[in-house]
Structures are given as C-alpha cells and as structure tokens.
C-alpha cells in the first residue's frame, strides 16, 4: 500500500510538472534603449525596432534573458545602430538573424554559445567582429565582408562546424584565438592586409591541410599561430614575411610542403622563433608556386543575356584565374516576355479572355449574320 501511495504521488508531481511547462512561447515586449523597444512573438521571433543604441545589461539581467531557449529567430531592423554586449549570448535555439545596414560593429560576445545559429549575413556596414562575438557557436561557413578591419580576440574559437571562412582584404587585425580549435576548417587564406597576427590565431585547428598566405604579411604572430594544427600539410609564405614567431607550427606532425616566393637566401634571413621542428623538416620550394588549383566556384551564374564566369584558385598560394561560361540558350519567360533579356515567346499565344459581355456580343452578332443572309 505504501508502494502504491508512492507511485501515486510521483505520478501527480510528473502531472504538475507537465502542466506547468510552457507550451509555446509567450508573448512578451519592452524597451531595450533610449528609442529602442523589443518584441518576442509565440512563434520565437524576438525582434528589436526603433533608432539608436541598445543598452549594454549584465547577461542576466537582459529582458528576454529567462526566455533565452525559446528565441528562434532574431530580427534586428533598420535604424538599429548598435546591440548590447552578450545580447543573444546562450540562445541555444536560434537558428535565424536579420541584421541591417545601419549596424557597424557585431560586439563583445553577441552570439556566443548560439550553437544552432549555422548561417549569418553580416552587412556591408559592419567594420568590428569583437572578442568572444561568435564563440562556441554553431556556423558551417562565414563571409567576412569587405570593410571589416579588426576580427577580435576569441571570435570564432571553438565554432567545431566552420568548414569555411572567407576573409577580406580589408582586414588588418586578427586577434589571440580568433579561429582557434576550428576543427572542422580545412583551408585558411590570410589576405596581405593583415599587419597584426594574434598568438594561437589558429592554434588547434585539426582538420586544416592548406594556408596560405598572402604578400604583404610580414610577422607570423609572436607565439603559436598553427599550433597543434595536425593535418596541415601545405604552407604557401610570402617574400614579405620577415619573422616566423615561437611554436607558429609546433606539432604540425603532418608538415610536407612549404611554398616560399623568394629565393633560398631571402628565406635565410627570416627569423624563425624556437619550437617550430616542423617547418625545419618539411620540403622548402622556392620561387614560383606549382599551383593546384580547386575545381571552381561559379562567382558570376550565366543568363541568356550574359555570359557567366567560373574562378578556379590554387590551394596553395591563392592564385586564381577565370574562365568563361557560355551564355544559356533557354529564357524565364512570363506573358510572353523574358523577365532577363526582354525577348519574345515565339510560341506564345495569349490568353483568351472570357466574359458574358463577349459571350453575349458574339450570339447578337451571329443571329445579325443569319438575318442578313436571308435578307431579313
């Protein structure tokens, strides 16, 4: 009987439990800054409208903070001019960001921990990716866009999905970390833009097998850069660098193939720092690259109006050329037009339009026709 009383009053306490938890979002909305107001809808959208700056809060005491696990979508809209600190930090279930363009600067830990965010625009205004902003996130691919100069400290350490990172020419600053234990990253290419290399930047990158480097860098970090990085294998390095720091490719087991652009004296003169016996071991090629360029990426798609343009790059030092594709030989036409080139259907009949007025006119004018004959 006491067993009996037991399970009886575990099943009522489960019972509660269920009834207590929420079955959709709740609708809640607030301020959030001076002109600044916030709105979470029952289906997980939480969005920010109005002019200016959000408000920096302590990560717990942000308005949505209790509801952080329910945030599915971010709509951040024009006008908006900057996100507090740790805004979206924790938001485990957000998969989908809307940015504008009158954002400059993704902050201080903005979307770190959103590990089911796998996919973001950043816009064109943006100029600062800050320290801890994507840490620990879910992104597969990131597209740093032209105008972004500094990637902070710890940005995208441990996103263990980024398969591929594209990063501007713009860019002058990549911080301590920035990419570090990136697992899933297999090919890096450092734009010559970039004067100051973070330590450990992209330490315990294990999946990388490709760098490269671009003229113009001239200081490979003071301590760490490829750190533990086990499966590179190919290092493409420019005449401009002057300096390889301490450990830059310490236990990069895997180390074959380093592509220098200078000639045996120059690459004497470099200081390489201690703890760096791969890059010792590993076969030195000097002068031109023997390119190995990838399959192509279509970067202009081909229309019946133009011709399209594939660019294929080596792997190894980042060379690329193009190549063209033919113009298509098929139209998108509606109503009889191209919406792309404006031609004509040649086969298009338009529509026949129906109404009892015609219908009505056509009978009137066949009994005329009938009347007429017999002459009546």
Partial sequence: MKKLGTLLLAFALAAICIFLLPTEV??????????????????????????????????????????????????????????????????????????PESVTSIVYGMFSWCTSLTDITIPESVTSIETWAFYDCGLTDITIPDGVIDIGNHTFEKCSNLASVTIPDSVTYIGYSAFSSCTSLTQVVIPGSVTDLGDSAFARCT?????????????????????????????????????????????????????YAGASDDWGQITIGEWNTPLFDATVTFGECKHSYDGGVVTVEASCKDAGVKTYTCTLCGDSYTEEIEKLTTHSYEEGTCTVCGGSDPDYVPPTEFSLLAIWEAIVNFFKSILAYFGL
């Fill in 26 to 99: 709740q609708a809640a909305s607030g301020t959030c800054g001076e002109n600044l107001k916030w709105e979470l809808d029952n289906a997980g959208t939480l969005t920010i409208s109005g002019t200016g700056e959000m408000k920096n809060y302590d990560e717990s005491k942000l308005p949505w903070y209790s509801s952080r696990d329910l945030i599915k979508s971010v709509v951040i809209e024009e006008g908006v001019t900057g996100i507090g600190e740790s805004a979206f930090s924790k938001c485990s279930n957000l998969e989908s960001v809307t940015i």
């Fill in 207 to 259: 999946g990388l097998t490709d760098v490269t480097i671009l003229d113009g860098v001239t200081n490979l970090a003071e301590h760490g850069l490829f750190y533990y990085c086990t499966n590179l294998a190919n290092v493409t390095i420019p005449k401009s660098v002057t300096k390889i720091g301490r450990s830059a490719f310490e236990l990069c087991s895997n180390l074959k193939n380093v592509f």
